[in-house]
């Protein structure tokens, strides 16, 4: 592996370009090169266009970004899979890489003999891998499994062993992706304790994800791809801010439930969030103002016209609903708004729903928008709950 | 960092898992098939058709046989080596060579296994060998780096290319009847001393068999101009294997 003058830990990319082609049938013949059979297919892919990066030793990197921004391509180059077209992807020392979930495995090998071809590939001897084998089943925590064809394993016992290898191999340089993800949440945490042991130790962690709150848990520096450029670099509480205002951007104004035209009496024709200053925004800092704007619009008179809204919390738990009877002008439509003062929620995304109807039945959900709060160094979970601390020494035996 | 010499071993333990998965027999097919395949041409060639009057003629065919098979062995076998192999290239960036040298020294292990037990019985035939018998490691040699350089292009082109094995499979077939392995080019077409030629010295695998003929069976195959001749070919085999080969690597893991 070619170091050059890096240090081991170290990570350079330089105008790092790399395009790939999408092709329904990825593999040509020789025929179809021979007879100059030219298929038409779309142009290729820009995946990286000239991205520029310097890790240094000991630094913990997350790479967020919206699906094909590059993330992944990133990973691959830095492990040294797929050649840059043009540019300099160079990384120090050894670098270990969880790229995918199967990808080094040996189907028909057992757990065990996984572990001695794993440590092979990154150019392990087998006295080395035979001495690491049974911190690497411990760490695993598969028993028995560990002598079972992997074949059999269920994607979390991939994870389980696929991490544990990695984890063991001394790496200068960890790429992972996302594939955290899949473990249960103890594995978790003692994947990302042993992360932290070898960050200690001086290694470099470059890490994939879509979850902001794994990102903030173990990076120390958030770079934000799109569209195969830096688009932020830097401190991860700022990093992850932009990126939820660049994911925002795709939030739009309010998703319609329905199809159109399947309307109930009383229609949620528009629906949309703003800021303190009345502008159109998807981010919201705990603390700011947030007002949700709604037209409602029927296409006769109702005698109940009633409207709901639903906030909901990430993975669907109910944070808020409210209901309210709603009155209508003679065209038959209504503005309202939803006013919060000082929005009492943490770092997350939310759902805001409206639904309106008439009397009786509470009305179904006909529009859902998306807005996120930054996570922040202060207080987590869902609700900033404003609570303060005392000290109680002060005021002794008060009865 | 360590070498990959582990990496390799590896390989070739997972090559001979490939190829005899689940046999409880295990090793023991490495030699039961290419000694049933070696007895039934004997059979054929030597006692139902015998078309010419060779002595030993059992001793003729296997020696032609041997090297035949590995040949072709190694190369339909390392075709969609790299593709069996893909959940590899995709994890690491290992000397990506190490696969089709697997499937190569597999097929080198079962070659040296058949030697074995074919050597015996060229002994018991002729009664005694001449010094050529020295060769014997030298041609293998050279045979396994003319093997693994048709290997490397024929692995990583068909890894490209969907339809290289299925061609190559074609092409092995006129190549083993044009191959001297059940006749002896001294013998034949005395009166075409052109086509003799073409088909002594144009088939890059004849001059291996007749010294590998000349080494167990006898008979002057053994010549200056045969050694030569493979040491060439074992030479520009290997240096154009290894140049196609490290040409087209790269995008390996983006093709597979």
Request: proline letters at 6%; glycine letters at 10%.
């Amino acid at each position: 592996m070619s170091t050059g003058s890096l240090r081991p830990g170290q990570i350079v990319l330089r105008d790092a370009t790399r395009s790939f082609s999408v092709r329904a049938d990825n593999a040509r013949t020789l025929k179809g090169v021979f007879i100059g059979q030219r298929v038409a297919g779309p142009p290729p892919i820009p995946a990286l266009r000239g991205v520029n990066l310097t890790i240094e030793p000991g630094e913990t990197v997350g790479i967020v970004g919206r699906n094909g921004a590059g993330k992944t391509s990133t990973l691959k180059v830095l492990a040294g899979i797929v050649p840059l077209q043009s540019g300099e992807a160079r990384c120090g020392g050894r670098v270990v890489s969880l790229l995918e979930l199967a990808s080094g495995f040996a189907r028909d090998f057992s757990g065990r003999e996984n572990i001695l071809l794993q440590g092979a590939l990154y150019g392990f001897s087998k006295a080395e891998m035979e001495a690491r084998m049974q911190t690497i089943i411990d760490f695993s925590e598969l028993g028995e499994f560990i002598d079972v064809p992997v074949k059999t394993y269920s994607s979390g016992m991939f994870v389980r062993l696929g991490f544990s290898i990695a984890a063991h191999l001394e790496a200068d340089v960890l790429l992972i992706d996302e594939v955290l993800a899949v473990g249960d949440e103890a594995f978790q945490r003692k994947c990302l304790r042993r992360i932290s042991e070898q960050i200690a130790a001086g290694a470099t962690l470059v890490l994939v994800s879509h979850d902001p709150g794994s990102i903030e848990r173990v990076c120390g520096r958030v770079v934000v791809l799109d569209a195969g450029r830096v688009e932020f670099d830097g401190p991860t509480a700022e990093g992850l801010l932009h990126y939820h205002r660049l994911m925002g951007t795709e939030y739009g104004s309010g998703t319609s439930l329905r199809p159109a035209g399947d309307g109930g009496p009383l229609e949620v024709a528009e629906l949309e969030l703003r800021d303190g200053a009345g502008h159109t925004a998807s981010v919201f800092p705990t603390g700011a103002a947030l007002t949700a704007a709604i037209v409602l619009r029927s296409s006769r008179t109702l005698t109940d016209p009633r409207l709901v809204l639903e906030l909901r919390g990430e993975g669907g738990a109910l944070v808020h609903r409210t209901a309210t009877p709603v009155e209508l002008d003679p065209a038959g439509t209504a503005l309202l708004a939803f006013e919060i003062g000082e929005v009492p929620l943490l770092g997350g995304d939310y759902d805001l729903s409206v639904g309106a109807g008439e009397g009786g039945d509470p009305p179904a959900l006909q529009r859902t928008i998306r807005f996120s709060v930054p996570h922040g160094d202060g207080p987590q979970g869902i609700v900033d709950l404003r609570g303060e601390w005392r000290s109680l020494a002060a005021e002794p035996a008060r009865r | 960092m360590g070498d990959y010499r582990y990496l390799f071993s590896q390989l070739v333990r997972r090559e001979l898992r490939r190829k005899y998965k689940g046999s409880t027999l295990g090793v023991v097919w490495y030699l039961i098939n290419p000694l049933v395949l070696l007895g039934a041409y004997t059979f054929m060639f030597s006692f139902v058709l015998h078309p010419q009057n060779i002595r030993a003629f059992p001793i003729f065919v296997m020696a032609g046989l041997v090297v035949w098979t590995f040949f072709q062995q190694s190369v339909l076998y390392s075709a969609d080596a790299l593709i069996e192999q893909g959940a590899l290239i995709r994890k690491a960036r290992f000397p990506r060579e190490a696969i089709p040298a697997a499937v190569v020294a597999v097929q080198l292990i079962t070659m040296c296994a058949l030697l074995i037990v074919v050597i015996p019985i060229a002994l018991a035939v002729r009664g005694t060998f001449g010094p050529d018998l020295l060769l014997l490691p030298v041609v293998v040699a050279l045979l396994f780096a003319f093997a693994l350089g048709c290997a490397l292009i024929v692995s990583v082109l068909h890894a490209y290319f969907r339809d290289v094995l299925p061609i190559v499979t074609a092409a092995l077939l006129p190549w083993f009847f044009l191959s001297p392995i059940f006749f002896q080019l001294s013998t034949l077409l005395k009166s075409h001393p052109a086509i003799r030629a073409a088909l002594e010295w144009g088939n890059p695998v004849a001059p291996f068999i007749e010294l590998m003929r000349g080494i167990l069976w006898g008979g002057g195959g053994v010549t200056p101009g045969r050694l030569l001749y493979v040491v060439v070919a074992a030479g520009l085999s290997l240096a154009i294997g290894t140049t196609v080969f490290r040409r087209m690597e790269g995008e390996l893991a983006v093709v597979l």
